[in-house]
């Protein structure tokens, strides 16, 4: 069964660091990439991060860059999400999501293309 599962969210003050975990069960890391995305209240799900199946090519959303960093440990068959200097705005519920692709340079974070699991996210809180 192709199972993503995510961890690691909480509260945390402005300026705090959290990082998320998203353990992948069922995939092979090295023909899936990972992506990233988070959903606000009243909003839609945005795209945040991923990482290409070779581990090689990363992409951010402007809004990110520079404070979080996508890492993957093929091992433990697990992604992850350093997130650091928070701030409110990026407080949401953060799902991983993967995709089995045979491109291994390239990853995506929007909903347009097909993902193969989605967790069921883990809530990030910042408070000013």
């Known amino acids: 069964q192709l199972q993503v599962v995510e961890s690691g969210g909480g509260l945390v003050q402005l300026g705090g660091s959290l990082r998320l975990s998203c353990a992948t069960s069922g995939f092979i890391l090295d023909e899936t990439s990972i992506a990233w995305f988070r959903q606000a209240p009243g909003k839609e799900r945005e795209g945040v991060s991923c990482i290409s199946s070779s581990g090689r090519s990363t992409k951010y959303d402007y809004s990110v860059e520079g404070r979080f960093t996508i890492s993957r440990d093929v091992a433990k068959k697990t992604v992850y999400l350093q997130m650091n200097n928070l701030k409110p705005e990026d407080t949401a519920v953060y799902y991983c999501?993967?995709?089995?692709?045979?491109?291994?340079?390239?990853?995506?974070?929007?909903?347009?293309?097909?993902?193969?699991?989605w967790g069921q996210g883990t809530q990030v809180t910042v408070s000013s």
């Open positions: 999501a993967a995709r089995i692709t045979t491109i291994p340079n390239m990853c995506v974070m929007t909903t347009d293309y097909n993902f193969a699991s």
